[in-house]
């Protein structure tokens, strides 16, 4: 099977190159029918996302498909291709196959183990069978490498723990709190972060939120999105005992939540434990806080931490994800070979066969009479030379179409033997395959 | 027999600490899973084991050191098993796992043949009062299990470095809230074994309080535990305090209980 992938991602690419070479979803029927019609080759998906610009083909010749997509990628964006091939990577068989797989399961993306990649490698693939730029090949390996990206999901921890700071706020309270649904959330100023972690606290099943903000009328507007109490500003630290999530935002240039006033408030809560969240900078809430039995305190800079220990854990999934990928890659190419070998070995017995046949009548006729038992003597004879000589090239082709030059094996005998594969012998494999 | 069903229970034991240990280490899901596999294999030998010795003895096998550790580390797996099918706390399982296999451990270095009972003791009271009672000292183990858990979780939090076994430790709130339930089985269980134990000595020697060692502690733990409760209910203690004073508890009757038994060779010195 001849797969290539040419392409380019944040790693191999400065975002100027990438956005040159990006393909728009709405316009992308045109650069798919050109790879197939103008380029050569079988079939072609195109996956462009803000981190990377791939071409996936399948082609008759390796070498020369992969140069073709070099010089559409060139073509296309109007870019000389020595400005180009710094940038870009090839993946050929095996290796693109593994390629495609890491891509789908986030392996290789930025934020390891995110879960977008692999909506964009669908939609990828959607476009292709919606412009008839996918065939059967195509076809086989992105259902597999979704299913590959969904068995990674569900066997590894590669997405559960939180990599942006608003999730890990969220996180850190589940990990303090267990079930936040009958806890309380206020936040201490309503910027924008403090609204996404507010967010996700809801949707965690926090039981109130409550808004404090200088500008009275903000809070108001904001507890709208999602059902919770505005109350004054400077009436904040009244609720502060009835409140078990602090989320601190303001602009404040000093601490607004200081240790003798938590103390005071922890101990008309009966040291219910109370977890302080301080996005602002300057900090909102002094540090001295987190001296406090059962209170935590977080600020930015903790967060990020959080989140840098929680993309280090991923990195441990990610070895397992590896181990999975190798073992698919390994399911799919048994799975491609015997496609393949089976309908060669068919075919290549049919056209001897044919052979044979046409032969026999004709050395029948010039015979003339022939008593039936010699007709019988003929035949077998016949067909046993044709067995015979076939009988090492097929016991080789089958066990060599196990190893990792299989296909050069199937490719030889098609040519040699100038065989075309039919394709009911193919569907019809692949229907004893499933 | 029940020795060697008691050594089996043991190797079993340390191989599933050791499995225990690596999921801590690698903290992969399937190694747990496969640790409590065989954590439950080793119990039902341990099963085994005691109702084994049961039948051997005759009797609630629970008079000598080795017999009571044994059936003690006994109980504590068959909670923390029960406690599993409700709370699913399966990382509860590498702190009690050790603490079975050190309990028999300890079981095994120790004289084994069974002592024959003096006749005073010999009551339906002696099994009623055993079980309870270590019933009531497994429930204390686990929330000591829960405490430590609870500090090394905490401290995590606390020094804001989330690293090791924060990600597979459970919240806070969860720790401290088992903890308390632990307290609340644990508590009743062992004054009613005070008060059995009483009526126990009343029938055999004639006298309910004797100021002996082993009744002098028991009141001790009583009272600490008692205290905890209170201050939970009342004054709002709760975790980290919570936990370092249900350990220290824990440590003080447990370690009264070994230096007891082990002084007076078994049943609480009565057994002479």
Known sequence: MNLIIVGLNHRTSPVEIREKLSFPAQTIGEPLRKLTNHYGLNEAVILSTCNRVEVLAITNDIEKGTWQIKRFLSEFHGIPLNKLDDHLYVQQGENAVKHLFRVGAGLDSMVMGEPQILGQVKDSYGYAVQHNTAGVIVNKLYHKAFQVAKRIRSETKIGESAVSISFAAVELARKIFGDLSGKTAMLVGAGEMAELAAKHLQSNGIREIIVANRTHEKAVELVKGFCGTAIMFREFPHFLKNVDIVIASTGAPNFIIRPDQVQDVMRERKQKPMFFIDISVPRNVDPLVNNIDNCYVYDVDDLQGVVASNLQERKKEAEDAEKIIEEEIEKFYRWIKSLDVVPTIIALRQSCDQIRKAELSKAMQSLGNLTEKDQKVLEAMTSAIVNKILHHPVTHLKKESNNIEGDLYIDTIRRLFDIAIDEEAVKKAQNNDE | ?272
């Open chain 2, 1 to 272: 027999m029940s020795e060697i069903l008691f050594y089996i229970t043991a190797v079993i034991y340390l191989f599933a600490t050791c499995v225990y240990s690596a999921y801590l280490f690698s903290r992969k899901d399937n190694l747990i899973s496969f640790a409590q596999k065989v954590l439950i294999s080793g119990f039902v030998f341990h099963t085994l084991t005691i109702a084994v010795r049961w039948i051997e003895a005759g009797r609630t096998p629970a008079t000598s050191l080795h017999e009571s550790l044994n059936l003690f580390s006994w109980l504590t797996v068959a909670i923390f098993l029960l406690m599993l099918i409700k709370y699913k706390q399966k990382v509860l399982g590498a702190f009690v796992s050790p603490f079975a296999l050190l309990l028999i451990l300890t079981a095994s270095l120790l004289p084994k043949k069974i002592i024959p009972l003096s006749p005073v003791l010999e009551s339906y009271w002696l099994p009623v009062h055993v079980m309870l009672a270590f019933l009531g000292n497994a429930f204390f183990a686990i929330a000591f299990f829960l405490g430590i858990m609870y500090i090394i979780q905490e401290h995590y939090l606390k020094s804001r470095k989330l690293k090791g076994l924060y990600f597979i430790l459970p919240s806070l709130e969860t720790l401290d809230e088992l903890n308390y339930k632990c307290l609340q089985y644990g508590f009743p269980l062992l004054t009613i074994a005070i008060i059995t134990g009483a009526i126990w000595s009343e029938y055999a020697v004639g006298s309910y309080w004797d100021w002996k060692p082993r009744q002098i502690w028991s009141l001790i733990t009583w009272f600490l535990y008692a205290a905890l409760l209170h201050g939970r209910l009342t004054a709002g203690w709760r975790g980290k305090k919570a936990a370092i004073f249900s350990g220290t508890a824990f440590m003080i009757l447990l370690g009264s209980f070994i230096v007891i038994n082990f002084v007076s060779g078994g049943a609480h010195g009565l057994s002479e």
